[in-house]
C-alpha cells in the first residue's frame, strides 16, 4: 500500500502546525514523510485523495489539489469520538488511469482487510469503478448508493468516464454487484433509457424532491449500503460556489450532511468517498462543506448501535402481514426502533441473497403494508433475488 501513496503536502503540515489545541488536525496522525505511513492499529477511518481527473468527460488538462479541503478538515473539533483517523496522503495520478485504478484498488483492499473505513476524496467519478473492485477478494455481493443528480450508467461498451462507470459495474465480470441506489437524482439530466433501464434491473432510484421532502427516507437505503458514493453536483451551486458547480438545484449543506450522518450510523458502510472534487484554494466555503460531509459521516460511525442479531426473539419484535397469497413478516429493533422486513429464501443456485433474509425498511412501510400495499423495495428485492 505505501508504494503508492505520497505524503500530505508541507503547506498541510505546516498550517497543521498553527492550529489550536484540540481539532482534528492535533488528533490526527498523518503521513508527512515518504515511506512512513501512521500507525494503523486501533485506526477506524484513513482519509485518502485520489488526484486522477483524466475520464472526466469536461477534462481539460487541470490538476487536482486536496489541501484546502485537508486544511479545513484539520481545523474542525472532533465530537464526543471513540475512534481514530489518520490521513495516510494521496494517490498521485499514474502513467494511465488504469494505473490510478489499480494503486487505489489496492489501497482500499488493504484498508478494508484492516477493518478501516477508507474516507476518499477523489476527483473524477469514474474512480468508484476502482473503489467497487476493492470488495472482489472478500467474496460478497455488495449494495452501491450513489448521491448523485445522475444515474452515471452510460454505455458499458464505451470507454468508461466520470458519466458511464456505473454501467461498467454492472457488466464487467466478477459480478458482485447486488443492489445500486441513486439518491436525488434529477430528471431531466437523465435519459429516458436510463430511467428504463433503472427500472427493469430493479434498482432503486430517489428523486430529488421526494428526498428533501423527506430526508429520512434515505435511511433504510443507506442502512444496507456497503460502498457510498457523494458526487458534489448533487449539490446546489449556491452552496459550493457557482464556479464549481453548474446546478442551481440540489441539496443544500444541511441536507448533505445528514446523509452523510445516515451513511456513518448504517452499521454494513465500510467505504465512503466524495468525488468530483476540485481545488478550492478559491472557494473556502466548498472546502469546509466537504470537509463538513466527512466530519458528519464520522460522527455517524462513532455512534453506530448493532441491532442485526435477530437470532434472540428478545431483541425484537415481529409482525406478520398477510397480502393476498403473501405473509410478509417485518421485525422492529427493541433497542433502535428501526424496521426491517423479511425476504423469502429461496433455495437455488442461482441465489444471490447468500448472506442475509433482512431487508431494511421503514415503519411507513409496515403501515401500507398492513392497507395492502408490498413494499417496492421488498418486491424488487425478491425479484432481483429470483433472477
Aim: glycine share 6%.
Amino acid at each position: 500500500m505505501i508504494d503508492f501513496l505520497i505524503p500530505v503536502s508541507n503547506s498541510v503540515l505546516a498550517h497543521r502546525e498553527i492550529l489550536p489545541e484540540g481539532v482534528l488536525g492535533k488528533h490526527i496522525a498523518v503521513h508527512s514523510s515518504k515511506g512512513e505511513l501512521p500507525e494503523l492499529t486501533n485506526v477506524k477511518f484513513a482519509l485518502i485523495g485520489v488526484k486522477e481527473n483524466r475520464n472526466d468527460v469536461d477534462y481539460i488538462g487541470e490538476d487536482l489539489c486536496f489541501d484546502a479541503i485537508r486544511k479545513t478538515f484539520y481545523s474542525l473539533y472532533p465530537g464526543n469520538w471513540k475512534h481514530n483517523v489518520i490521513d495516510i496522503g494521496d494517490i498521485d495520478k499514474g502513467e494511465t488511469v488504469q494505473d490510478t485504478y489499480f494503486a487505489l484498488k489496492a489501497v482500499v483492499s488493504d484498508l478494508l482487510k484492516e477493518k478501516i473505513i477508507p474516507l476518499i476524496m477523489g476527483g473524477s467519478q469514474d474512480l468508484v469503478y476502482a473503489q467497487y473492485r476493492s470488495y472482489d477478494s472478500l467474496g460478497n455481493m455488495v449494495n452501491l448508493v450513489n448521491v448523485d443528480s445522475n444515474f452515471d450508467i452510460g454505455d458499458a461498451e464505451s470507454t468508461i468516464t466520470n458519466k458511464s462507470f456505473i454501467g461498467k459495474v454492472i457488466v464487467d465480470k466478477p459480478y458482485s454487484l447486488f443492489n445500486y441506489s441513486a439518491i436525488g437524482y434529477q430528471s431531466f439530466f437523465n435519459s429516458p433509457d436510463e430511467i428504463s433501464l433503472m427500472e427493469k434491473l430493479f434498482f432503486d432510484a430517489y428523486r430529488l424532491g421526494e428526498v428533501t421532502a423527506d430526508i429520512t427516507i434515505v435511511e433504510p437505503i443507506l442502512r444496507n449500503a456497503d460502498i457510498v458514493s457523494f458526487d458534489i453536483g448533487a449539490i446546489k451551486s449556491a452552496e459550493l460556489s457557482y464556479k464549481n458547480s453548474k446546478s442551481p438545484n440540489g441539496f443544500d449543506g444541511r441536507e448533505i450532511c445528514a446523509i452523510a450522518r445516515y451513511a456513518g450510523i448504517s452499521n454494513k458502510v465500510s467505504s465512503f468517498g466524495v468525488y468530483e472534487l476540485k481545488d478550492f484554494a478559491d472557494a473556502q466555503s466548498a472546502a469546509m462543506l466537504i470537509s463538513q460531509v466527512f466530519w458528519y459521516f464520522i460522527e455517524g460511525v462513532n455512534f453506530r448501535v448493532s441491532d442485526e442479531d435477530f437470532s434472540n426473539e428478545t431483541h425484537y419484535t415481529t409482525y406478520k402481514v398477510p397480502i393476498d397469497d403473501e405473509v410478509l413478516i417485518f421485525k422492529k429493533s427493541i433497542k433502535t426502533g428501526r424496521w426491517w422486513i423479511e425476504l423469502p429464501f429461496i433455495s437455488n443456485n442461482n441465489n444471490k441473497l447468500k448472506r442475509s433474509t433482512l431487508l431494511p425498511c421503514t415503519y411507513g412501510e409496515y403501515l401500507g403494508a398492513c392497507n395492502q400495499e408490498i413494499p417496492e423495495r421488498w418486491m424488487k428485492a425478491r425479484r432481483k433475488n429470483e433472477i
